[in-house]
């Protein structure tokens, strides 16, 4: 078989490209995977969630997530906005304890490298800081990849399978024109981190908590290892961008100003990050 010639091309190394790497590799294709970046790099979406844990099973992660610094996560809280909390939905009371019923908080930089070098393990070619371009066509069939390397370099990829597994970004999708909004998701997320906030004890320390805010919103609250916790609000864009706001902080802060409980636990906290935001994630295709 020729160098440039795989079973299976796939774009984008996050978790969906990693974790067909490996399972591919594992029963004997030659799989390529090609990212735009180079691992560890930042992601948001640290919350996993407890059926994540057959999945993670099937790919022989389990073992390496309990040995991790992650946060064991075991329920999840909601708070009204009068800053009223719920008591704890502890997945264990429908669950079985030893496995559905905990999963982790994870930093997705962290997370994201243990399941691309899992696949590197399971025998998965993993090509980063590479950008895939175009398809290639053969009529109407997808036969491989046109892609550039960081340095400027192009060179082509074939596979009788390419797998698209670039998220939000949708390359195909994008590129086909598939990609429509979702006209009834107008939502915008605003987040950031923070060190030294006031944190749940015992088996709610990894808890995560919605809370709410008015006009169909809601505050993430994420507790991460070394202390940190992620906090973001999504709303109705036009909430958000009430008054005149239009940088993430002047949206993330007047919402923890106005919110009890948030304020509250993060009244000794710093913040260790920028801030950030997207509205980018309520399409189909």
Do not use: C
């Not at 075991?74 to 704890?88: L, M, T």
């Amino acid at each position: 078989m020729q160098n440039n010639h795989f079973d299976v091309i796939i774009i984008g190394a996050g978790p969906a490209g990693s974790s067909a790497a490996t399972i591919l590799a594992e029963n004997g294709r030659r799989v390529l995977v090609l990212e735009r970046e180079k691992f560890p790099r930042y992601h948001i979406g640290e919350s996993l969630i407890p059926f994540t844990f057959p999945s993670l099973e099937r790919l022989g992660m389990v073992d390496r997530l309990r040995d991790s610094a992650f946060v064991k996560k075991y329920s999840v809280q909601f708070i009204s906005p009068e800053g009223d909390a719920s008591q704890p939905f502890y997945f264990f009371n429908r669950y079985d304890r030893d496995t559905v019923a905990q999963t982790w908080q994870v930093m997705r930089a962290d997370f994201d490298l243990m399941l691309l070098d899992n696949a590197r393990d399971k025998g998965a070619e993993v090509i980063e800081e590479i950008a895939v371009k175009e398809l290639i066509w053969d009529e109407d069939k997808v036969v491989g990849v046109r892609a550039r390397t960081k340095g400027g370099e192009e060179t082509e990829f074939f596979a009788p399978l390419t797998f698209d597994a670039t998220g939000k970004e949708a390359f195909t999708a994008t590129r086909n024109g598939w990609r429509e909004r979702d006209p009834y998701l107008n939502k915008v997320a605003a987040w950031a981190y923070y060190e030294g906030a006031i944190r749940q004890e015992g088996i709610d320390e990894g808890a995560t908590v919605v809370a709410f805010v008015p006009n169909k919103g809601w505050f993430w609250w994420i507790p991460l290892h070394d202390n940190r916790v992620s906090l973001g609000i999504v709303a109705e864009g036009k909430y958000l961008t009430r008054d005149g706001a239009r940088k993430p902080q002047e949206m993330l802060e007047r919402e923890i100003d106005n919110n009890i409980w948030v304020k509250e636990r993060l009244g000794p906290a710093k913040r260790i990050s920028d801030f950030y935001i997207t509205n980018e994630y309520t399409h189909h295709s």
